[in-house]
């Protein structure tokens, strides 16, 4: 199967579905079958699969996922009230309420962020993928 992609009003193509996902596609770029007519990609069922595959959650392998974790449990324990960990798995909203909170409550939010960090050591990773990076929880704590 061979596809076009339209981007920035500039037609790309032919590709296969693997060389369209090495384009910056998202839901909405404009996809053109064999030369048919233009569609968004989300109509494509087999081309959301894969854009789906491709997001940072969907092609994290095992070692990503404890280097990470890892990672965001050291810097929990360490420096949690600045929010880094947060920011180490694209959760940023959640790493300026982390600030914010530490500075409301005058640090003492360092000890929830403590037991958040060896929480983070001692889970599975499974467990930390499925808590910290898939999750859609604008804070996810525990």
Not at 67 to 93: D, H
């Amino acid at each position: 199967m061979q596809y076009y992609i339209n981007l920035n009003g500039q037609s790309i193509g032919p590709m296969n579905e693997e060389q369209m996902m090495a384009y910056p596609v998202g839901p909405d770029t404009q996809v053109s079958r064999e030369g048919g007519a233009w569609a968004p990609l989300y109509t494509y069922p087999e081309l959301m699969h894969r854009l789906q595959m491709r997001s940072n959650n969907g092609m994290m392998n095992q070692s990503e996922v404890t280097s990470k974790k890892t990672l965001c449990g050291i810097l929990a324990i360490l420096v949690g009230t600045l929010g880094i960990q947060y920011f180490v798995i694209n959760k940023v909203p959640a790493g300026l309420i982390t600030i914010l909170l530490s500075i409301v409550t005058c640090g003492l939010w360092g000890v929830v962020t403590l037991v958040q960090g060896i929480l983070m050591l001692c889970m599975s990773d499974e467990d930390f993928k499925r808590k910290y990076i898939d999750s859609t929880s604008t804070l996810p704590l525990f």
